[in-house]
C-alpha cells in the first residue's frame, strides 16, 4: 500500500533517517533546524501522523525518542543503468532501503541457503538466499515452492481457469513446466510458500560459490 506524505512529513522523516544514520535521535528543535520549519508545533504534527502512518516510533514525553520504525537503511539516491551516468533522486523522493521489510509480516517469512547452480537461469546463484512467505496465497507469476511425495519444486505459478489446471515452471532451465489438475493441486501438493525476495551477500566466499557453478553450467 502506498503512503502519502505532505512535504512537512517527507522533510521530517529523511531528518529523522539521517539522525539515525548517525546513531543520534533528534529532538524537536534538532528537526526543526534540519527541515528548516521554524515551528516545533508543526514538526510535532508531522511526527503524529508519521507515527500513525507506521513510519516512526517514539515514546510520549521523552525526548529523543523518534526513531524510524523499520531502522534506517541504506539511502535509495540515484538510479543505475549499465553503461549511463547515475540518474540522481531529488532529496525530497529519497527514501531509504528498508533492510528489516521482511521482517514485518508477523515475523514469519523464512529463508533458504541456494546451494548449487540449478537456478542460474532465474540469475539465482549459490549463496544467495531466497525469503520466502509461508502459506502465502500464490497469484499469478509468484515464484512458488512446493512439494509433492518428498519432492522439492520451485516454479512461477499460474492459474489456467479455462483448463482447469496450474502452471509450474520450473526456475531451473533444464526442467520441464509441470501442469497440474487443479484438484491433484489440492489433494496431492503442499504449498510451502511464496518467494518474496532475493538476498545476495557479496562476501568473497559467496562469489567463490558462484563463479565455480558458472563455470559448471558454461561446460
Not at 526513531?67 to 549511463?84: E, F, N, S, V
Not at 551516468?85 to 532529496?91: Q, S
Not at 489446471?165 to 511464496?194: F, K, T
Request: charged share 20%.
Amino acid at each position: 500500500m502506498t503512503v502519502t506524505l505532505n512535504n512537512a512529513e517527507q522533510r521530517v522523516l529523511h531528518a529523522v533517517e539521517e539522525f539515525a544514520w548517525r546513531g543520534e535521535a533528534p529532538t524537536m528543535r534538532d528537526l526543526c533546524d534540519a527541515t528548516g520549519i521554524k515551528s516545533p508545533s508543526q514538526v510535532k504534527l508531522a511526527i503524529d501522523a508519521l507515527a500513525a502512518k507506521g513510519l516512526v516510533t517514539r515514546e510520549r514525553h521523552v525526548s529523543r525518542s523518534v526513531r524510524p520504525a523499520h531502522g534506517a537503511g541504506p539511502r535509495i539516491r540515484a538510479h543505475l543503468a549499465a553503461g549511463k551516468p547515475l540518474e540522481t533522486i531529488p532529496l525530497a523522493e529519497q527514501s531509504a532501503l528498508d533492510l528489516a521489510a521482511h521482517n514485518t509480516v508477523a515475523g514469519e517469512e523464512i529463508a533458504l541457503r541456494v546451494g548449487d547452480g540449478s537456478l542460474a537461469a532465474a540469475h539465482v546463484s549459490p549463496g544467495d538466499y531466497l525469503i520466502i512467505r509461508p502459506n502465502a496465497g500464490p497469484v499469478d507469476g509468484d515464484i512458488v515452492l512446493a512439494a509433492r511425495r518428498g519432492g522439492i519444486t520451485l516454479a512461477r505459478f499460474q492459474r489456467q481457469a479455462e483448463r482447469g489446471r496450474i502452471s509450474l515452471a520450473p526456475l531451473s532451465a533444464s526442467a520441464p513446466a509441470v501442469y497440474v489438475r487443479e484438484s491433484a493441486w489440492v489433494r496431492d501438493w503442499r504449498l510451502i510458500g511464496v518467494v518474496t525476495a532475493v538476498y545476495r551477500p557479496l562476501g568473497a566466499s559467496t562469489m567463490a560459490a558462484a563463479n565455480a557453478a558458472n563455470v559448471e553450467e558454461a561446460a
